[in-house]
Structure formats: structure tokens, C-alpha cells
């Protein structure tokens, strides 16, 4: 269940689709089914909730399907399903709908610009950063900008202008950087990456080594099934600011996790996104991580590479090092 390994991916119709969907899912999945389809299919299907289920319904129902068998049926996700005997599988119109808000819900909050106080800053001018000038960098900060000197008839000095004041206590943001929110104690739920055969990246694949962060963050540069590796939650991978490739700025950083039951701590290096994760503290994790954090010092594995002991998921706190 690697989150952003495993998982599974939502995002509606490709009106609401996100920059790693772009490049990652599209254009390095051209076998798959379009990546905003099968993102908000998974959100109507509850599939993030379902990484334990015991039916089979999340390896039936929450997988991508590829391009070549939906093109037999023109494209009808719902037939397909219905012609391979899987009909608990497509969750129906109206829970498409539901997703499909529900994404661009988020997207939109994703997307916001923080506004400077009303008190002390004013209105931006064209010269400020606006929504879209770095595109899939969606976190970032506006910051008011004015050239203005306030005019005074009195031989005292000018008091500095509300814009002034801002400009002075508003730090400077680096292009592409993001709101990056390093050190913050989140808690969540981690779950692990399982590999799928004809699968890729972000859904566990078996592209092994062709995670969200590129070529210089590669699995088996971090010890493979066996390393040390997570999966950030897709619009917090996204925050830490994208390059013009979709790499975020948090690829290489070590995320300490800690087991909230146990107490076992285990330190690993961010290089992939997850976008089945719930939300911003969830986390997707390696086998190896997922052992030691129940306190497996060796590293067994079953035929399919799970870990040697899987409750499903566990309840996480971790942070952002660095």
C-alpha cells in the first residue's frame, strides 16, 4: 500500500488534475487510463480507506486501468467493469460528482494565495506574484510591492508607509521554493508501498526506480524494498515548491516518524509523492520503514514483498528534518 507507491490517485476529471499528475502520471504511464479519471474513481470508491480490506475490493477496484482495455469498450469505465464481472467496482454517477467537487474543493484551497493583513499591507500591485506565474509552485507568498514615498509638509520625518512596513518584515521568497513548513509535528496515518507488476510509480509499480523526485532520487540508490523511504501526501510533496521538471523541494530530506503506540522512531528520505493519502499527515513508507517501526529489527518479507508483520497502517506523528 505505498501511498505514494501503492495508491491511488484522485483527482477528477481533468479540469481539476494536479502538476505531478501532468508529468508524472501522464506522461510516464502512457499505458494507463488518464490519471484525473482514475484519481477521482478512487475517491468515489472510498479506496483510500479500503488498503486493509479483506474483500479484495482494493486490488480489484482501486488499480488503473490500462488504456488499451478501456479503448474496447470505447472508453465506458462503467462497462468495462460490468463486462469483467467487477460491477461493485464502479461507485456510480453520483459519487463521481461528489469526488470530482470534492477535488476542486481542494485544488482551490491548495491554490490560495495567503493575504497580507488588512491592518498593515496593501493591495499588491501587477509587479506581485500572482496564481500561475510559477506554474505548479501553487504555494507561495503574494507580497505587496510599492515604489510610493508618503508626502509630508512638516519638517518632521515622514513615519514609514504601511507598504514600507511590510516590505520590510516580509521575507523573501526564492522562486519555486514554496511554503515549505519544515519542522512541523504532523500526525497521521502511514501505511506501505507494495509493487505491482505492469503498474508504475505512484500506484507501487515496478518501475523501482522512477519515483516523483527524478533520476537522482532512485530507490535503489536508498536500498530498494530494504531502504529507507517515504512518500509525502501529494499537495504537501507540492508545497515544498515544484522545479519546471515537478520535482519538490522537500526530494532528499529525512522525515523522523515516530509509531504513536511504540514509541519506535525510524528516519527516512522523502522521494516520491503519495496522492491516495488523506491528507497532510499521512504518509506512505517503505517495508523496511513500515518494520521498524513496529520494532522488527530484521527484514523478512513474504512472496510479495509486504511486511513480514502488516497491521494495514499505523497511527504516526512525524516532521520534516532540516
Request: proline letters at 6%; one cysteine or more; charged letters at 25%.
Amino acid at each position: 500500500m505505498y501511498a505514494s507507491l501503492l495508491t491511488i490517485a484522485l483527482a477528477a476529471s481533468s479540469v481539476a488534475a494536479a502538476p505531478l499528475q501532468a508529468r508524472d502520471y501522464a506522461n510516464k504511464n502512457d499505458n494507463l487510463e488518464d490519471y484525473a479519471q482514475y484519481h477521482t474513481r478512487c475517491l468515489a470508491s472510498s479506496c483510500p480507506d479500503k488498503h486493509n480490506d479483506q474483500t479484495g475490493f482494493f486490488q480489484d477496484c482501486c488499480r488503473p486501468l490500462k488504456k488499451g482495455d478501456l479503448e474496447s469498450v470505447g472508453g465506458d469505465v462503467e462497462k468495462w467493469y460490468k463486462n469483467n464481472g467487477k460491477d461493485r467496482c464502479w461507485p456510480g454517477a453520483e459519487a463521481i460528482a461528489a469526488a470530482e467537487e470534492r477535488v476542486k474543493k481542494n485544488d482551490s484551497k491548495s491554490s490560495a494565495v495567503p493575504s497580507a493583513s488588512s491592518a498593515s499591507a496593501p493591495a499588491a500591485t501587477s509587479d506581485a506574484a500572482q496564481p500561475g506565474d510559477n506554474a505548479g509552485a501553487e504555494y507561495f507568498d503574494a507580497g505587496a510591492s510599492s515604489s510610493a514615498a508618503p508626502s509630508s509638509t512638516s519638517t518632521e520625518a515622514p513615519k514609514p508607509s504601511p507598504t514600507e512596513e511590510a516590505k520590510k518584515e516580509e521575507p523573501k521568497q526564492e522562486e519555486n521554493k514554496g511554503n515549505q513548513g519544515g519542522g512541523e509535528v504532523r500526525t497521521g496515518i502511514a501505511t506501505h508501498f507494495t509493487p505491482w507488476d505492469g503498474t508504475d510509480k505512484a500506484m507501487g509499480g515496478s518501475d523501482m526506480d522512477d519515483p516523483h523526485c527524478g533520476k537522482d532520487y532512485k530507490w535503489s540508490m536508498y536500498g530498494g524494498l530494504q531502504g529507507n523511504w517515504v512518500a509525502l501526501e501529494s499537495s504537501l510533496y507540492k508545497q515544498g515548491g515544484l522545479s519546471s521538471e515537478g520535482v519538490s523541494g522537500f526530494c532528499g530530506k529525512t522525515v523522523r516518524i515516530t509509531n504513536k503506540k511504540t514509541g519506535a522512531t525510524v528516519d527516512a528520505s522523502i522521494l516520491d509523492s503519495c496522492p491516495s493519502c488523506h491528507n497532510q499527515g499521512d504518509i506512505d513508507v517503505s517495508p523496511n520503514v513500515f518494520n521498524q517501526l513496529q520494532n522488527i529489527v530484521t527484514i523478512p518479507f513474504d512472496s510479495d514483498d509486504q511486511p513480514s508483520n502488516d497491521p494495514g497502517e499505523l497511527e504516526v506523528e512525524w516532521q520534516i528534518l532540516g
